[in-house]
């Protein structure tokens, strides 16, 4: 391609930064960003193919501009981080919905597969669950209290233990993306397989309405945000093979920026989760409405969070940028 041809095709485009660049005031951080790594990857190709050409010294000085705008302001304030959580996320989060269905879908086989090898092979559970919880989950059964292995346990340091261990399996998804998404497919199975092997094990004993109401008060936003983790990590591998119009290097950096932010957003319900598990489950005596009102308003802020608000949030904005709007 010759250099004309590069300015020719890229003019508008470069135009249209620059106009977005005055209003400045009005773009997200996010936007920012975006439009920031789109101009780097564009000085890059005219570096590597017009290393004496025009267009570098003009590109150069809009991605110093950018630049700029980006890193100008490194504090983060209360204000910053709200409108993380509640606009820019979700806003984001909307094109990922897709990626969130397959990871969902990922799981929800891999539970089943799970399930069906517990009742098939009586050896499997105590392979996946190990001797000793299986042991004494029967004790605790024999002794009338099938739960109590959740009352053992101090609430602070069940609570710290739990939160670290599930913030570290998170990462673990979205890390192992990096392998093309196969990496995260495999820690989707593995805790797939191992919910509904968990689960079939206390089919078997008759307390599998027991079992339920009590471990999915916490289970539902732990689960749930695997999950949404896996969701991650396969926009992480979705952005190493399948760059469409951006360098592979530029999406690989797109898909990590937005999977750290995925990623991010689940801090908090990770959070939720530990404090439910250590200081809530071990009430195992609770009436069954009270179980059930906490596991349907741990999924409605799921469902409302990541899949109703996400929609909204894009089909509002779509609303307010359309020509009739204005």
């Known amino acids: 391609?010759?250099?004309?041809?590069?300015?020719?095709?890229?003019?508008?485009?470069?135009?249209?930064?620059?106009?977005?660049?005055?209003?400045?005031?009005?773009?997200?951080?996010?936007?920012?960003?975006?439009?920031?790594?789109?101009?780097?990857?564009?000085?890059?190709?005219?570096?590597?193919?017009?290393?004496?050409?025009?267009?570098?010294?003009?590109?150069?000085?809009?991605?110093?501009?950018?630049?700029?705008?980006?890193?100008?302001?490194?504090?983060?304030?209360?204000?910053?981080?709200?409108?993380?959580?509640?606009?820019?996320?979700?806003?984001?989060?909307?094109?990922?919905l897709p990626q969130l269905g397959?990871?969902?879908?990922?799981?929800?086989?891999?539970?089943?597969?799970?399930?069906?090898?517990?009742?098939?092979?009586?050896?499997?559970?105590?392979?996946?669950?190990?001797?000793?919880?299986?042991?004494?989950?029967?004790?605790?059964?024999?002794?009338?209290?099938?739960?109590?292995?959740?009352?053992e346990m101090n609430q602070v340091d069940m609570f710290l233990g739990i939160t670290v261990n599930n913030?570290?399996?998170?990462?673990?998804?979205?890390?192992?993306?990096?392998?093309?998404?196969?990496?995260?497919?495999?820690?989707l199975m593995y805790n797939g397989v191992m919910l509904g092997s968990f689960q079939y094990f206390f089919h078997s004993q008759g307390i599998l309405w027991e079992s339920a109401r009590t471990i999915w008060i916490h289970g539902t936003i732990e689960i749930s945000v695997i999950v949404i983790a896996g969701c991650a990590g396969l926009v992480l591998g979705n952005g190493i093979l399948f760059p469409r119009t951006f360098s592979r290097l530029h999406s690989f950096q797109r898909g990590m920026k937005d999977g750290l932010k995925i990623l991010l957003s689940t801090i908090p319900f990770f959070v939720i989760a530990g404090f439910l598990e250590s200081f809530v489950t071990r009430f195992t005596q609770m009436p069954d409405f009270l179980s059930i009102l906490i596991i349907l308003s741990s999924l409605g802020l799921i469902v409302f969070y990541y899949v109703y608000l996400p929609m909204y949030l894009y089909k509002k904005s779509n609303v307010c940028n359309s020509p009739t709007s204005n």
């Open 102 to 151: 397959i990871s969902f879908f990922v799981f929800a086989l891999f539970v089943l597969m799970g399930a069906y090898s517990a009742q098939t092979d009586v050896s499997f559970v105590r392979s996946i669950l190990g001797d000793s919880y299986v042991n004494q989950t029967l004790t605790n059964i024999g002794s009338g209290d099938p739960m109590a292995i959740y009352k």
């Open 1 to 96: 391609m010759r250099e004309s041809l590069f300015i020719k095709r890229n003019q508008i485009k470069w135009s249209s930064f620059e106009q977005h660049l005055s209003k400045k005031a009005t773009l997200p951080p996010s936007d920012l960003a975006d439009l920031y790594l789109e101009i780097s990857d564009d000085l890059n190709f005219a570096r590597t193919f017009f290393p004496e050409g025009k267009s570098i010294s003009y590109l150069n000085q809009l991605a110093s501009q950018y630049h700029r705008e980006v890193y100008r302001d490194k504090k983060v304030s209360f204000k910053g981080v709200l409108e993380f959580y509640t606009k820019d996320f979700p806003l984001m989060f909307y094109k990922y």
């Open 167 to 187: 913030i570290r399996v998170a990462i673990t998804a979205f890390v192992a993306g990096i392998f093309l998404g196969i990496g995260t497919l495999l820690v």
